[in-house]
Antibody
Framework: QVQLVQSGAEVKKPGASVKVSCKAS????????IHWVRQAPGQGLEWMGW???????????NYAQKFRGRVTMTRDTSISTAYMELSTLRSDDTAVYYC?????????????????WGQGTLVTVSS | QSVLTQPPSASGTPGQRVTISCSGS????????VYWYQQVPGAAPKLLIY???QRPSGVPDRFSGSKSGTSASLAISGLRSEDEADYHC????????????FGGGTKLTVL
């Protein structure tokens, strides 16, 4: 079965960076995009971007305008793991960060439709 | 502030029918399918409705979605205690390589 297992909670100081991992299993890692979505305490969901694990370079990533310049999404295909790194952290970056996989493989009609989620990683930014 | 507007809260008693609205502009809801995710406390979201009114397998037919113009609605009939959760509307904006846009979420309380 499809599983996305994320790394553990992090506490960071303002100005630092955080890197969250998302290990995939139960499917061919390079066949499906990975999206990252965050949720601040008591708030709604906020989409951060996606990465195409097959080819993250050359158009294989798309970041939300709000995070461009601060977020980097990468992957290591040898261990079926995606990463999201957010830099220059601020207190309002405190949130649960989720990785998520669409229902369909890249190129399919549902290649965008998020259907599988990791368990979430709490990142707390505090001085 | 999100470009998709949801009421922050809604409530109902067991057995009742409740609706949750999601409004947006012609660029978002007016031009795209609407999706709904259910998120019970402490858990990741779960896909509830896709392409305005389609239910994934396993989602009870008590849940239904609709869209008209620049607004969409999620209806839950025969309300049950386990329906108490946050409900998020979303659109997939396929311009500029594609991005998800979410509403602010609605917390549904079953009284």
């Amino acid at each position: 079965q499809v599983q996305l297992v994320q790394s553990g909670a992090e506490v960071k100081k303002p100005g630092a960076s955080v890197k969250v991992s998302c290990k995939a299993s139960g499917y061919t890692f390079t066949d499906y995009y990975i999206h990252w979505v965050r949720q601040a305490p008591g708030q709604g969901l906020e989409w951060m971007g996606w990465i195409n694990p097959f080819n993250p370079k050359s158009g294989g990533t798309n970041y939300a305008q709000k995070f461009r310049g601060r977020v980097t999404m990468t992957r290591d295909t040898s261990i079926s793991t995606a990463y999201m790194e957010l830099s220059t952290l601020r207190s309002d970056d405190t949130a649960v960060y989720y990785c998520a996989r669409p229902l369909g493989s890249s190129g399919s009609a549902t290649s965008y439709l998020i259907d599988y989620w990791g368990q979430g990683t709490l990142v707390t930014v505090s001085s | 502030q999100s470009v998709l507007t949801q009421p922050p809260s809604a409530s109902g008693t067991p057995g009742q029918r409740v609706t949750i609205s999601c409004s947006g502009s012609s660029s978002y809801i007016g031009s795209n399918y609407v999706y709904w995710y259910q998120q019970v406390p402490g858990a990741a979201p779960k896909l509830l409705i896709y392409r305005n009114n389609q239910r994934p397998s396993g989602v009870p037919d008590r849940f239904s979605g609709s869209k008209s113009g620049t607004s969409a609605s999620l209806a839950i009939s025969g309300l049950r205690s386990e329906d108490e959760a946050d409900y998020h509307c979303a659109v997939w904006d396929d311009r500029l390589s594609g991005r998800w846009v979410f509403g602010g979420g609605t917390k549904l309380t079953v009284l």
